[in-house]
């Protein structure tokens, strides 16, 4: 059973700083993994979608990498700003062709300080 | 181009009660799953529809079916409702190209309360 486990539950920094969320997952096989935002009782909006073949994705100040073998992902937010504020959910898909569901981690809340 | 769209915002019920929730995909996407999320946990998949057919079904008791229509747009219906029903509840479309999947994108969600 695949289990998504995410470091830190909270985080709190300050504006302009660099960070780094973490998100594991137990069953390398995977198909892709996707990165969200969830501000509070909000809908969850994608970021970045990494497909197992890839190593990166960046988006603006926004930097995921995969290391599937190890079962890890990492979001990178450079020069944090207030409106970074929210839930950063990490989900992962797995490989074979009936699988359709994400698994999801419960999150990382942070909170960026003016 | 409208994302996904999900109705009502906002729902009141009592234990026992059923309720239906509605979710219109994204323009273009053929493909509708559903999440449970609890407060403070990820989301928790429910099931999937493509082709108004059930495709996969996550850990949820038979209370919890579905319904596609043939504009693609889908139902979800949650029977005898239970106070532990009590959750965010997010409609995700998506769109099948070659047989795989790909990205997902969510709906704003609809807040259930079973009181």
């Known amino acids: 059973k695949q289990e998504v486990t995410q470091i830190p539950a909270a985080l709190s920094v300050p504006e302009g700083e660099n960070l780094v969320l973490n998100c594991s997952f137990t069953?390398?096989?995977?198909?892709?993994l996707q990165w969200f935002r969830q501000d509070p009782g909000k809908g969850l909006t994608s970021l970045l979608l990494?497909?197992?073949?890839?190593r990166e994705q960046t988006s603006g100040r926004l930097n995921a990498s995969l290391d599937k073998s190890s079962g890890r992902s990492t979001l990178y937010i450079a020069a944090s700003q207030p409106g970074d504020s929210a839930t950063y959910l990490c989900?992962?898909?797995?490989?074979?062709?009936?699988?359709?569901?994400?698994?999801f981690g419960k999150g990382t809340l942070l909170t960026v300080n003016p | 181009d409208a994302g996904v769209t999900q109705s009502p915002t906002h729902l009141i019920k009592t234990r026992g009660q059923q309720v239906t929730l509605r979710c219109s995909p994204k323009s273009g996407h053929d493909t509708v799953s559903w999440y449970q999320q609890a407060l403070g946990q990820g989301p928790q998949f429910i099931f999937q529809y493509y082709e108004e057919e059930e495709r996969q079904r996550g850990n949820f008791p038979d209370r919890f079916s579905g319904h596609q229509f043939p504009n693609y747009s889908s139902e979800l219906n949650v029977n005898a409702l239970l106070l532990g029903d009590s959750a965010l509840y997010l409609c995700?479309?998506?769109?099948?190209?070659?047989?795989?999947?790909?990205?997902?994108?969510f709906g704003p969600g609809t807040r259930l309360t079973v009181l």
């Open positions: 990494i497909q197992s073949s890839q």
């Open positions: 989900a992962v898909r797995r490989s074979g062709g009936s699988n359709y569901k994400l698994t």
């Open positions: 069953d390398s096989a995977i198909y892709n």
């Open positions: 995700a479309s998506s769109l099948r190209t070659s047989g795989r999947e790909n990205e997902q994108f």
